[in-house]
C-alpha cells in the first residue's frame, strides 16, 4: 500500500474511537485490533502492523468512515480487481484541464482524488516539479487559469506556489477569469434552505455577503459575471467580481445586467449571458461611433428579410447593429419587412442615426423574435424610440 502511515493510524482510530473495549462481543478480528487499542489511539502501532490491520478492516466492511486517501485507495482496487482500461495521465494535464474534459476519469470531478487514485495504479506521469521549474509570474499566471479548489490544492503541494499570497490568487481569480473560457457565464444555485430570504422580491446585502461566504467554504469557482439564483423565489443576482449584487431592475422590470457590465469589450461575448435569458446588454457605442454612422444601410440581409443596419469594426472582429422599426413603422411588408415608403425608410434611418450619435449610454439586445433566424455572436439589436 503506498497510503501514508499518518493516513493508516487515522483510519483506525477513527473506526475504534466509538467502539466499547469489551472484546467479548467482536470477533477475532476485532479482538486482536482493540488488544493494541491504546497504541492505536497513541499513534504507537507497529508500522507493519498498522496496514495489516486497515487491509483486514476494509476486507471485513465494517469501516465506519475512511481519510479520502483510503477511500481513493479502495476505489483504484475496485478499478483494478474490475480490470478497468485506464490510461497512463500527466499530473499537469489534469490539473490544467477545465473540469468538463475530465467527466470520462470521474463523473464528480475532484482533481486532488483523481490524481491520487490514478498514484495507486501506476497510471500518473507526475510532472509536478515542472511548476516549481517556473518564475513566480508565470506560475502566477498559469494559477490564475486555474478553478478556485485547485488554485487552493496546487498552493498546499507546490513549493514555489506558497510563495505567493493564497489570498491574493484567489481574489484576483474572481476578475481575471472573466470573461470565462466557454463563453458564456456560470449560474450558481443558492438553496432556500441554506439562505432564508424572508423578501421575495430583495435580498438583503447580509445575505448576499453570507451567501458569497457560503460558496467559498464550498470552493464554489465563482468569477465576475457569474449569476446566482435563489431557487426558493427565484430572485438572480450577479457577482460583479467583489460582491454579488442586484440586477437592474430600472432599465427593465424583469431585471437586466447592471451598467458596469458591457459586452464586446474585453472580450465579453455579445451572448455571453443568452442561456439564463439576459437578453439586455450594455456596449459603449461611443468607441466605434464614426464607423457606426458612416456604415448605416438599407438593404437585404439573408434570403428574404430588409433591415436598416451599420458595422463596426472592433478588435479585428466585424459587428452588426440592426435597427428594430417594424413594430411602429406604418408602410412595410409585414413578412419581409420592406418598406413600402422610401419616405419613411428615409425617416427611420434618420433616426437610427440620430440614435447612434448620441453620446449617453445605450442598451442593446442579442436577440430579437423578427430576426430570429440571425443568433450569431456578432449582431447587436437596437430599438426605435428605446
Sequence with gaps: MNIPFADINLFLQ??????PIDTQVYSPLWQLILANYDNILSGKIDKDQAYTFAWDLILDKHVITAPPSINNWITAYNLKCNGSSISTYKTSEILLSPDQQLTDLSPE?????IIRILGYL???DNDMNVFDLLPLEILRYILLLLERKTIKYLH?????ARKLNLRELLNLRRSAAYPRSSRHCNMHYMSGAIINLKNKFIVSDSRLFLTMEYFDSLNIDVVKGDLVKFDSDGIICIFN???IIHLDYADNEYGALPREFHVIENDVPIRYWHNYCLNLVWFNHNLVKDQCLANIKYGLIGIDKYAIFTTFIYNMKIYKIFYIYMDDAVNINLYTYEFLDERERDKYMEEFKVDLSSDRELIFGHFDENYDEHDEDNILYRWYKC
Excluded: F, P, S, T
Design 14 to 19: 477513527q473506526n475504534i474511537a466509538d467502539r
Design 241 to 243: 467580481g467583489q460582491k
Design 122 to 124: 501506476d497510471k500518473l
Design 156 to 160: 498546499y503541494v507546490l513549493c514555489n
Design 109 to 113: 470531478i475532484n482533481k486532488e482524488h
